[in-house]
């Protein structure tokens, strides 16, 4: 990973060394330019000037050797019909038999005056500017060799050349300061891979620090994805473990009847029916573990398709206490069994959209862990009350759900919604619950939108608070 993270600085110290070198040619291009530019409109200046002082020499009848030009430069004179009659340098230079065919001579003609640059017949690679102006019947043409040089501003004052240095300096700076703030995520990556790769990497991946930033929000959801799979993939190793657990005694228990049936041929019938009975029951607690970790399964995968699923469970106008009244019915003789007053204070037309199965489900299971954990002879009440929602145009209802059993112990109590989290091991494994039930009963809730909360009954017992959202029937 190092490796990688050193090519990469590479790669961009590379790119910095191109763009700075681009920005260089271009520089010396645009200032060349400049240069060549200016040295044209100087010199042709110079020409033009040379041409007035050939032409004012000639108008008070001065002879053409006799003039001379400032600075090596020559000139030509032409007549119309393309003869040159003087040239002050024609044996220095060659001058083309077609002289009327040159550009500034051309444009002489045409135009009144007119110029060129172009590189010597004579003189192989020299360049020379040419400025030509119509005089009367005449074209008087000056020239001079072609160099460029800088302006004399510049030579002066280097102010231009500082500018372009310090905005070098400050292309570099901001290049370094880009080029760490780019590695820093590449050595945060590398920590994150790091700590992906250890087993018991929760602290190390907490402990990663990623920037205010996209490349720092993206490490952020990759690591927390990460820790929700491992914790996934935790829990499912913990529940399947749990599951089969569960499993193994009812079905042990099962067996051992079933096997002592078997292998006992003289046994007593009223023994047997009592062992078969034992097994029976044995059964029936493998079938409702069996449904509850369906439910929980179900539970699990509405909450990861983020809504009430209709293929999952089927959304309709609950009325609860018609389910309440179902509930009883099939569980009240365990009530009676154990002496258990149910008291319960739901209007008849109090009705709510939503799941019948979760909601029976959810009352069922509050009851029977009061039934298994509260003890004989105790008082269950049921509270509700509907609201309004402000601002959303739908209802809740609230639930306060008491027992006046013996109650959680204080410390217990933000555990009793875990799976297969039991208060009292040994007894709930002789009185057959599984550990689900408080969890399956949460589930229910969050799948309805709503809360809930536990807490101890003062004088003894546990006290659930809980609300139930009106769900929309097409969700």
Not at 163 to 180: E, P, Q, S
Not at 451 to 467: D, L, N, P, Q
């Amino acid at each position: 990973m190092a490796k990688l993270k050193l090519k990469y600085r590479y790669r961009l110290v590379i790119y910095l060394l191109i763009l700075l070198t681009l920005l260089a040619l271009f520089f010396l291009l645009y200032v060349s330019r400049q240069s060549r530019g200016y040295s044209i409109s100087a010199l042709q200046n110079e020409l033009r000037s040379a041409v007035s002082k050939v032409e004012d020499s000639l108008s008070i009848g001065r002879r053409p050797e006799s003039i001379i030009l400032e600075g090596g430069m020559g000139f030509t004179i032409i007549d119309t019909l393309g003869e040159v009659l003087y040239d002050s340098r024609q044996n220095d230079i060659s001058i083309p038999d077609n002289v009327l065919g040159a550009t500034e001579v051309a444009n002489a003609l045409s135009s009144g005056d007119g110029s060129a640059l172009r590189t010597s017949v004579g003189e192989t690679g020299t360049e020379y500017l040419y400025f030509a102006r119509r005089s009367k019947d005449k074209i008087i043409r000056s020239y001079s060799k072609f160099e460029i040089s800088r302006p004399a501003e510049v030579e002066k004052d280097n102010t231009f050349f500082i500018l372009i240095a310090i905005l070098l300096f400050a292309l570099i700076a901001t290049f370094v300061y880009v080029l760490r703030r780019l590695s820093k995520p590449l050595h945060t990556y590398s920590e994150l891979v790091g700590a992906i790769k250890e087993k018991d990497n929760a602290n190390r991946l907490s402990e990663i620090k990623f920037g205010n930033d996209e490349l720092g929000d993206m490490g952020k959801e990759i690591a927390s994805t990460f820790s929700q799979l491992e914790k996934a993939k935790k829990y499912k190793q913990q529940l399947s473990h749990n599951i089969a657990h569960e499993l193994k005694t009812p079905l042990t228990g099962v067996k051992a009847y079933l096997e002592t049936i078997i292998n006992s041929e003289d046994m007593d019938p009223q023994q047997m029916r009592k062992f078969v009975e034992k097994a029976y029951s044995q059964t029936t607690r493998l079938a409702d573990l069996v449904d509850e970790v369906s439910t929980l399964n179900k539970l699990d995968e509405s909450s990861e398709l983020g809504k009430s699923d209709e293929a999952l469970y089927k959304i309709e106008e609950v009325n609860i206490k018609s389910c309440l009244g179902d509930i009883l019915e099939e569980i009240g003789y365990k009530l009676e069994k154990s002496n258990i007053t149910f008291n319960s204070r739901v209007s008849s037309r109090l009705k709510i959209n939503g799941s019948y199965n979760l909601i029976y489900s959810l009352f069922k299971n509050l009851i029977d862990n009061s039934i298994e954990h509260g003890g004989e002879g105790i008082q269950i009440s049921l509270v509700a009350g509907i609201e309004q929602v402000s601002g959303e145009g739908r209802y809740k209802i609230n639930f306060t759900y008491t027992d006046t059993g013996k109650g959680v112990p204080a410390e217990a109590l933000e555990r009793i919604f875990e799976r297969f989290y039991r208060v009292e091991e040994g007894r709930t494994r002789r009185t057959g619950g599984s550990g689900l039930g408080l969890s399956i009963v949460k589930n229910a809730v969050l799948f309805h939108k709503g809360t809930i909360t536990a807490s101890e009954r003062r004088g003894g017992g546990i006290i659930f608070k809980f609300s139930l959202y009106s769900l929309d029937k097409e969700a």
